[in-house]
């Protein structure tokens, strides 16, 4: 496979992490060069032009910003992207101070970093705006006999010249870039347009029906794009070959150019880093057990131990070992006392070491339940305040899929720097830290007097009827014990999030089943929306003209009037024509389907409706249709700053 003309230096003297990012960089063929101290680094950067500089703040012999300092100073001007474990606003301006064009916070996931990487390389020219690698050998993109050339902006079937508007080949150029991919139509407007000046996305199924008709008008005789309904479009897989990349030579660089992360699932990467640390964790332990058996424990060795099995009583649930955190959390209470340790106790000891280590041999339990769909709109932010950090890593890698922004602080006085800043959605909070003598229950306290309304999640491994009674006492919203697999732990955030306001926004419920009526208003009413039940479509005019709905959901089955029909009787008067409309249906065969997008539907719910599905396709249709929102609401539709 050929490489890619660009090529990274990668400064990271930390060997797991590099090696993960090695991986990665080449999973996405881009050329790269290692070195694992600043001063190599900047010895390499001296020899050899590379397209971008990845750099560890943190790297031995010569530091990550002392490096790019020294760069700039001898007019280097390529992108240098800085990795950091701090992001305090100290810590950013020396970044920037330094020279830095981005920086990117430990931990991160990998999609974002190349979507960082991506964005720098665009600005410095090294790739053209779609990702792909800017060569005299890939500037054109193809379709069986549809050529898209990226140098000229032209479009041809059989050499003949199909005009296309700027809009209709931004469109085309990015199916055939992501040849496998399914775009919803909000995903293209986000893609094409952004989200401020975007227009509704019924324009989308015009772009798509006008770049049909004029491929067909220029001679294309099979179908380019694939409807694929109640998701999307994509580009249809040429029928002459669906595999063949020999057939199909533009679309093959695409596939070749385009994002991914390594081929392991997240929690498989994520474990083969932290498998080493949790062999290093076990084998304090196994000191702790020898010296046991010899007789001859110390107390620093002990405590040692204690914080170890702590921290894995935490971590292992998490990373699909469930077995070993139980493991973990009966060594740690052993550990626990100060008293001399009985024979019976030695020998149990020696036993839960033994154990942990043959668990950690084995293939790790993964959860295959999906993420709770209805929080994702709204991007809460969390902070996180635990020192264990495979634990913190695992949870702000997963965040992202649960529409979480969170933030990680791993002592109390990092907490109190972020609190100081901004006041998070929600707060996950541990009562132990190995570094300090300060207990988590001091923060409690804190937050109580200062920001009484703060949702607190108390996560720890203490257990006690008095931890309990005083995490009550002050008032947190949960106590959640180690350990937990992490979606236990992102399904009691979701609990205790706060209701957002949606701006007023109302919605319009028309169905003739007076049941379905309360269900579906009892499902949105929680969220703050004004909710109006119409059981006689035959008023429907009237109430439209007289709630003024922010969006409509409308049964498809009714008597006398259909849904389809009220459907059309909206999109042809100009006042309502945009106004989003969901149909619920049980039929989702594609001539159903067909049916009520032709009739002018956004979307569709199936029945039985599902209240988190529903929740998220309302909410974010008026989002999209209504993408600015009076000031002063706690919550609103719009995204909210970061913590």
Same mark, same amino acid.
């Given at each position: ?11 990271? %003297?930390?060997?797991? &992490?590099?090696? #993960? ?53 001898? +007019? !280097? ?15 950013? *301006? ?7 064009? %981005? !920086? ?36 054109? &993109?193809?379709? +069986?006999?549809?050529?898209? %050339? ?5 479009? #041809? ?16 150029? =990015? ?18 347009? +952004? ?37 999307? !479009? ?15 030579? +533009? ?23 932290? $498998? ?23 107390? @620093? ?43 019976? @106790? ?33 991007? !809460? ?6 020192? %264990? ?26 907490? $109190? ?29 804190? &937050? ?5 309304? =703060? ?87 009237? *109430?439209?003209?007289?709630? @003024? ?76 249709? $209504? ?14 700053? @970061?913590?």
């Amino acid at each position: 496979m050929k490489k890619s003309p660009i090529k990274i230096l990668l400064v990271e %003297d930390d060997g797991g &992490l590099s090696a #993960t990012l090695a991986k990665v960089l080449e999973a996405n063929h881009y050329g790269f060069d290692r070195a694992n101290d600043g001063q190599a680094g900047l010895d390499l950067a001296a020899a050899i032009e590379y397209d971008l500089i990845l750099l560890d703040v943190q790297v031995p012999k010569l530091d990550g910003i002392s490096l790019c300092r020294q760069l700039r100073s001898q +007019g !280097y001007c390529k992108p240098i992207l800085l990795m950091t474990a701090k992001d305090s606003d100290a810590e950013v *301006v020396a970044l920037f101070d330094a020279g830095a064009d %981005d !920086y990117i916070t430990k931990p991160f996931a990998t999609e974002v970093l190349l979507a960082r990487i991506r964005t720098l390389l665009r600005r410095s020219k090294a790739l053209s705006p779609g990702g792909s690698t800017q060569n005299s050998a890939a500037n054109t &993109l193809t379709w +069986g006999d549809i050529c898209l %050339d990226l140098e000229s902006g032209r479009v #041809t079937f059989c050499e003949q010249i199909i005009s296309l508007t700027a809009t209709e080949y931004n469109l085309l150029e =990015l199916l055939l870039r992501n040849p496998d991919r399914i775009f919803s139509r909000n995903a293209i407007l986000d893609r094409l347009w +952004g989200f401020d000046d975007a227009p509704t996305d019924r324009a989308i199924i015009t772009h798509i029906k006008d770049v049909r008709k004029k491929l067909r008008a220029g001679g294309l005789t099979e179908e380019i794009i694939e409807t694929v309904y109640g998701m999307g !479009y994509r580009l249809k897989p040429y029928p002459q070959s669906t595999s063949s990349s020999s057939n199909n030579p +533009g679309i093959e660089r695409t596939q070749k150019h385009q994002s991914r992360g390594l081929d392991k699932s997240e929690n498989d990467k994520l474990l083969e880093r932290f $498998r080493g640390g949790f062999n290093q964790q076990i084998a304090v332990l196994e000191r702790a057990k020898t010296a046991l058996l010899a007789g001859n424990l110390k107390t @620093e060795l002990q405590q040692a131990a204690k914080h170890e099995a702590h921290k894995l009583a935490g971590s292992l649930g998490s990373f699909g070992y469930p077995e070993g955190s139980k493991l973990a959390r009966s060594a740690e209470h052993l550990l626990i006392n100060d008293r001399s340790f009985t024979a019976d @106790e030695i020998t149990r000891f020696s036993e839960l070491v033994t154990g942990l280590q043959q668990e950690l041999a084995k293939t790790p339990i993964t959860s295959t339940a999906a993420p709770v769909s209805t929080i994702s709109i709204f991007n !809460y932010r969390v902070l996180v305040v635990d020192d %264990d950090a495979a634990l913190t890593e695992r949870l702000k890698v997963e965040s992202e899929a649960w529409g979480l922004r969170m933030k990680i602080a791993p002592n109390i006085t990092d907490a $109190r720097s972020h609190l100081a800043l901004s006041i998070p959605d929600v707060m996950l909070l541990d009562l132990s830290f190995a570094e300090t003598e300060e207990d988590g229950l001091t923060l409690l306290r804190e &937050l109580t007097e200062r920001s009484p309304t =703060l949702p607190i999640i108390v996560f720890t491994g203490r257990d006690s009827l008095a931890d309990r009674l005083a995490v009550s006492r002050l008032g947190a919203k949960q106590f959640l014990h180690k350990p937990a697999t992490t979606e236990q732990i992102f399904r009691a955030i979701a609990r205790v999030l706060p209701s957002p306001k949606t701006s007023e926004a109302k919605v319009l419920i028309v169905d003739d089943d007076p049941v379905m009526l309360v269900k579906l208003s009892a499902l949105l009413t929680p969220w703050g929306i004004e909710v109006t039940n119409l059981k006689e479509p035959q008023q429907f005019w009237e *109430v439209l003209i007289s709630t @003024e709905p922010d969006l409509i959901v409308l049964d498809i089955e009714m008597p006398i009037v259909s849904g389809l029909e009220l459907c059309q009787v909206v999109r042809q008067d100009i006042q309502w024509e945009n106004l989003p409309i969901l149909v619920v249906t049980a039929h989702t065969d594609p001539e159903s389907l067909q049916q009520a997008f032709a009739a002018g539907a956004d979307d569709f719910i199936t029945k039985p409706v599902l209240g988190p599905e529903l929740v998220t396709r309302v909410l974010s249709r008026i989002r999209r249709s $209504r993408p600015l929102v009076k000031p002063g609401n706690t919550y609103s539709l719009s995204q909210k700053d @970061e913590v």
